[in-house]
């Protein structure tokens, strides 16, 4: 893992955070700047700096989809529920470790800013 990582640091305990989800491939935890009611960070746990270094044969997208959907349903996310992967500067990307975040608990709008 990266040291200079913010999530790494998360993911090794040296900083703390409201754990939502955990097991031996990602780790869930809430944002420290909520853009909705439910906004978790699910991440996973070796570090990729984007999702541009995720090859085809790697399945970590997938698994951060499937986790984030059991985190949805932890949460009673019933109504409906954002998945957002930011990449680059242009996208919105502000902490270089691959991450989704997961949005739920009103309405979301169109388009997403």
Request: glycine share 8%; aromatic share 6%; charged share 20%.
């Amino acid at each position: 893992m990266a040291d200079h990582c913010t999530f790494c640091k998360i993911i090794n305990r040296e900083i703390p955070s409201k754990i939502i989800y955990e097991d031996d491939l990602v780790l869930a935890f809430d944002d420290i700047k909520p853009a909705a009611p439910a906004h978790v960070l699910i991440v996973p746990k070796v570090h990729l700096d984007s999702v541009d270094e995720v090859s085809a044969q790697d399945p970590i997208v997938a698994v951060l989809v499937n986790r984030a959907s059991h985190v949805a349903k932890q949460l009673g996310l019933r109504e409906g529920y954002r998945l957002v992967i930011n990449n680059g500067d242009n996208g919105g990307q502000t902490v270089y470790h691959l991450h989704l975040h997961l949005l739920g608990g009103r309405f979301m709008t169109w388009p997403p800013g």
